[in-house]
Nanobody, 120 residues
Framework: QVQLVESGGGLVQAGGSLRLSCTAS????????MGWFRQDPGKEREFVAK????????VYADSVKGRFTISRDNAKNTVYLQMSSLKPEDTAVYFC?????????????WGQGTQVTVSE
């Protein structure tokens, strides 16, 4: 069982930046592909970015490409989402997730989420 805890959300003005962190429990973090998703109330959950176990492969949603960067530090059991040039439409609860079976498999574990609010 893996527990994921997100942090780093908050209120920021449009054009600003935030860095989200997701820290995992256990000793097997480096064996999980990791992803970030977001969900606004009344909308479906949306894929944001994902990263392979060693960090060599990264995939981004078109809506965040060039503005967001996903990275990971396996020694710290942590995956990050650096968000820049934030827009009001980036407002959502952001979730991290872990996949046991690789970058293109379903996700097995989810965090509780952290709220990101971008004001005009």
């Amino acid at each position: 069982q893996v527990q994921l805890v997100e942090s780093g959300g908050g209120l920021v003005q449009a054009g600003g930046s935030l860095r989200l962190s997701c820290t995992a429990s256990g000793r097997t973090f480096s064996t999980y592909a990791m992803g970030w998703f977001r969900q606004d109330p009344g909308k479906e959950r949306e894929f944001v970015a994902k990263i392979s176990t060693a960090g060599a492969l990264k995939v981004y949603a078109d809506s965040v490409k060039g503005r967001f960067t996903i990275s990971r530090d396996n020694a710290k059991n942590t995956v990050y989402l650096q968000m820049s040039s934030l827009k009001p439409e980036d407002t959502a609860v952001y979730f991290c997730a872990a996949s046991k079976n690789g970058l293109y498999a379903t996700y097995d574990y989810w965090g509780q989420g952290t709220q990101v609010t971008v004001s005009e």
